[in-house]
């Protein structure tokens, strides 16, 4: 595809009325997601710094008819970010607007990326309540595929979002909240980037606090005996890694205290010693796949400890505590199960990836309809919670649930998380069986893909899933873009069903490998296809 600028987006610009606004594009632009899954070359990168600017950019786009994209820092490793058209970055949107310390509220333009609010919020003495494993995320990327932490005084990062405003596709700017445009605001809470793009964010923060933390690593049996007693009430903030082949698993938990902090221990392994030596441990088990079992007894031996109960632990600001080193490439594909279904999820799945027979203390039936035979996967499982069926939560009391929320609304919610990494961004040849075995053993268990993540569910799958709630998330996108300026692929594939292909929606045309790994996108949205005649 030509990487010179379209006759017709010259002419669009030419004749602007609002020539004095700033449109801030370049061409030739490469996007990658962060895990190097997808790579891709968008007609148009534009980074706009205003509101009137995120204003401009959305009424050339529908002269121009393209379809729109906005990327955060694209963390999400699918294909949603993914386009051939217009890609739009917020990195230099990201101001804070007005804040009050006595209060909490803060408002913020919609690119600024978690650590850089983090920082503001520090200034303030304030902090974010809850964070995921990564600050990485701008703040409309986060809430936009329900992010979430791991606590069970909390539900998605965007319960504590008090209000938004997003530019539509015809240009204009709507503000929503509880009480105003609510439709609007459950669909926005999550809104897969379809419904248009979020310019600023009202937010509660809570006064800053420090946790103390401990990680405890044992038998896996131990986690599951405590399961439905305190493993998850215990402390504040509680998160497992569970290691399949050693049947152990690492217990994080944090709570709040006054006390000094106090940066944790380090060992050989920590740092780059111990990330190289897994990185390529990691890349000799894509030739022989039987060492993954002994890969893990030794890596997360070295790093947590080999004896049963060791223990390490620090007090650090929550801003740090919460965070963990992700380490590299990876496929994440996570789902929200109903808590209480935990231990039947990670019985069944050991059951069938370490072949146990009713010999074993630890069988289950799996009756996952997959062979593991010569099957060989990476580790850990991560997993953690959430709470959204509170009924005294206020999303819970005012019904302004996302329409597309992930979470069990009569229990609290578990996520697990079977990681994949990419060795030198190898794909490793587990995935297919695995995934397939996996996503089969959630849908059984009544669970929902987490909708940044590499999931495989259908469409029909989806629908299923949400039911009614998807109808009126379609109805209010449909409302919001009646042209399709903010779909493509990625969202026809999974939430837009059946309904005829929309004036801009982008198809794709194609994924290919690339030479040094991840798959080369390529889209066409109608306005971008010539004829013999055009230039
Ligand atoms: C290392 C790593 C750790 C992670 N840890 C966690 C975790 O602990 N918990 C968890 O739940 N998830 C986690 N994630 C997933 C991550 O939080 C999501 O993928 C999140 O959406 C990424 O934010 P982003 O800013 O990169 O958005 P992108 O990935 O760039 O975009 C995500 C979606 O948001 C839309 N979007 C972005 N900005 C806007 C805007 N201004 N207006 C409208 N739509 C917009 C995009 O169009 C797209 O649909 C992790 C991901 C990685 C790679």
Known sequence: MSTALDPAIAQALAQSDSSAVPFRMRTNHVQTTWAKTFSWMPELYIQPESLEEIEHLVNLARKCRRRVTTVGCGHSPSAITCTSSWLVNLDNYNKILASDHTTGIVTMQSGIRLYQLSAELEKLGLAMPNLGSINHQSIA????????????????????????????ADGTTKKCSRGENTELFRASLISLGALGIITEITFKAVP???LKWKQIIDKDVKMFNRWSGDLWTHAHYVRVWWYPYTRRAVVWSASETNEAVQDPKTSWYDGSLGYYIYHNLLYVAQYIPRILPWVE????GSQYGFADGTTTGAVQSSAKALLMNCLYSQFVNEWAIPLSKGPEALRRLSSWLNHLTPEDPDYVPHNIPFSAEGLYVHAPVEVRVSDTSNPELDSVKSNTRPYLDITSHDEPTLYLNATLYRPYHADPPCRQRYYEAFEWLMRDLGGKPHWAKNFEADGMQIERMYGSSLQQWRKVREEADPDGMFVGPWHRRFVLGLSPRLPFEEVELSQRPKWSGGLRYLGITPSQIKGPNDA
């Open 141 to 168: 990327g986060a809430i936009s595929t329900g992010t979430h932490g791991s606590s069970l005084q909390h539900g998605l990062l965007s319960e504590d979002i008090l209000s938004l405003r997003i530019t539509l």
């Open 297 to 300: 007894w030794f890596v997360f």
């Open 208 to 210: 800053a606090y420090t």
